[in-house]
């Protein structure tokens, strides 16, 4: 069930993976997004970014802040159009939103005008599903988030760790074979956090998932990922690819996750030393 | 129950005070007339049925200018927001009309409908038209747009898009819309209704100035206080406080 050797060294990969005999899940080719911004120039957010992720994967990708990480969900997520490149999921290239692929955004995007079980069963909804069979899901995806009693509750009436919990409940009721994550955890204190690292696993381990997962922790992508992918800043590049090989499950405070995450750190330093001077610049203009 | 009880004393405060001055006869009570005369004009009006006849009849002018108002501001608010050209051309043409007092409709009314209750419509309509459309305008801009893109992403597309989804999280914006839209046509309508002396509660102003009659004015002023205040503070507010809490909007 659980993915990865006991071995507390890490491994490094040059940043094109070996072809794997498996159909990659996600495969991203030469993905690059360019965009004017309201000055006129062109930026250049991501740079041919190649990725390929395995069948029940867990991948983190981990870069500074303006590295575009959270972009690159949004195109895999297919609500925009990447500038040039391919994704492809089980080898076939996509194209706009579909529900084999679910964000669950840094926001979430609950639906505040429904319940609790309107939320969750609202993807069902739009897949035409029968409502015996909705009825059903979303009594089982609530009591795999333990929110079974909060079924007829509207999200406001929710604490920051619970939302978390029905956004990952309406994302996995539309049973997608990729979950994309964006930062979903920032915002929380760090008990929740941890809690709810411990049940993101124990689902993912439960239903298979595939998982793209985008944080600026470092240490949360070494807790939660197989794989952890670097990207650089301004363009977003994949510098380079780490896989975690250390048993699950993983806790935030053990000493070889603070290991691995500080070598993947001394990589990352140069990258967040980028953005900071960019960040400081811009405000000597103003 | 605390603040009812401030209120309470607010306005006993308040009637006592203007019993006081009217006792005083400063001025003749014919200029200003103690609490209990208007109180007595307000009765006999009751009475002789002249303000209920008032009410019923600004009331339907009201909810048939209002509603109209609503379907046309909310389709032309629609448009104007979802389309590019409509927004830097009519867009900009419904901004500075609303600089324009509803008032001045009224002889642009009379020429083209006479003194007819169409006229008096028009005027309602063009008073409130104008903010109800821009509201929604405002609304459809302000949505959050993490909730198309969610319902994009959970599947939704096209008209289900649109009803599932962007018309429910537009809907604390609507509401705005509407309110404002009532504000501005309650304000139209008794102003038209003073001038085009067509029953309605305009008019009962009005004819209480002719007899120089100050209790049967202060107490239709009352009157348009007290149903404008049910509508605009009872309804809408709590409406709109109701939808703030729960789309995570409460303002501090």
């Known amino acids: 069930m659980f993915h990865g050797k006991p071995a507390s060294s890490i491994v490094t990969f040059p940043t094109n993976p070996v072809a794997e005999v498996v159909v990659p899940k996600v495969a991203l080719d030469a993905i690059s997004l360019s965009y004017r911004t309201t000055s006129g120039e062109r930026l250049l957010a991501l740079d041919k970014i190649n990725l390929e992720v395995k069948p029940g994967e867990f991948l983190c990708i981990v870069g500074p802040s303006g590295c575009g990480k959270s972009t690159l969900l949004h195109l895999i997520a297919g609500l925009h159009p990447q500038t040039s490149g391919k994704i492809l999921v089980d080898g076939t290239t996509v194209s706009g939103p579909g529900t084999d692929r679910i964000l669950i955004f840094q926001e979430l995007g609950l639906f505040p005008w429904l319940t609790v079980g309107g939320n969750v069963e609202f993807g069902m909804k739009m897949k035409n599903v029968r409502k015996a069979e909705r009825e059903e899901k979303v009594q089982y995806y609530l009591r795999l988030v333990h929110l079974a009693k909060f079924r007829d509750s509207y999200i406001h009436q929710l604490s920051g760790g619970m939302r978390q919990r029905v956004a990952l409940a309406r994302a996995l009721a539309t049973e997608p074979d990729v979950l994309l994550m964006d930062e979903p955890f920032a915002a929380l204190d760090a008990q929740t956090r941890d809690l709810l690292h411990d049940e993101l696993e124990r689902i993912w381990a439960e239903t298979g998932r595939t998982i793209i997962f985008v944080t600026h922790n470092v240490r949360e992508a070494v807790r939660l990922g197989d794989r952890v992918a670097l990207l650089t800043f301004r363009p977003g590049r994949v510098k380079q690819e780490f896989s975690v090989n250390l048993p699950r499950p993983r806790h935030m405070e053990q000493p070889d996750v603070a290991r691995t995450a500080g070598d993947i750190l001394n990589c990352l330093r140069d990258e967040i030393n980028k953005s900071l001077e960019e960040e400081y610049a811009d405000e000597k203009v103003r | ?252």
């Open chain 2, 1 to 252: 129950m605390k603040k009812f009880a401030k209120q309470v004393i607010f306005y006993s405060v308040l009637l006592g005070i203007w019993a006081l001055v009217a006792k005083l006869r400063i001025w003749p009570p014919y200029l200003f007339p103690p609490p209990w005369g208007v109180g007595h004009a307000l009765w006999d009006g009751f009475a002789d049925h002249s303000f209920w006849i008032g009410i019923a009849v600004t009331m339907k002018r009201m909810l048939i200018g209002y509603s109209l108002s609503i379907v046309l501001g909310m389709i032309l608010g629609l448009a104007v927001s979802s389309n590019r050209f409509l927004e830097e051309t009519l867009g900009g043409l419904l901004v500075s009309l609303q600089s324009l007092p509803s008032i001045c409709w009224i002889p642009l009314a009379v020429l083209w409908f006479g003194l007819t209750e169409k006229a008096i419509l028009f005027v309602v309509l063009m008073g409130s038209l104008l903010s109800v459309t821009i509201a929604m305008e405002d609304g459809r801009k302000q949505m959050p747009k993490i909730y198309s893109m969610a319902g994009r992403n959970l599947g939704a597309s096209g008209f289900r898009l649109f009803w599932s989804v962007l018309l429910p999280a537009s809907l604390p914006f609507i509401v705005n819309g509407m309110k404002q839209g009532w504000a501005f046509a309650w304000r139209s309508l008794i102003q038209a209704e003073m001038i085009f002396l067509s029953l309605g509660l305009g008019q009962l102003l009005m004819m209480g100035r002719d007899l120089s009659d100050m209790s049967q004015v202060m107490a239709v002023m009352i009157l348009i206080i007290i149903l404008g205040y049910m509508v605009d503070g009872l309804i809408f507010r709590t409406m709109e406080r109701h939808l703030q809490e729960k789309y995570g909007l409460t303002p501090a």
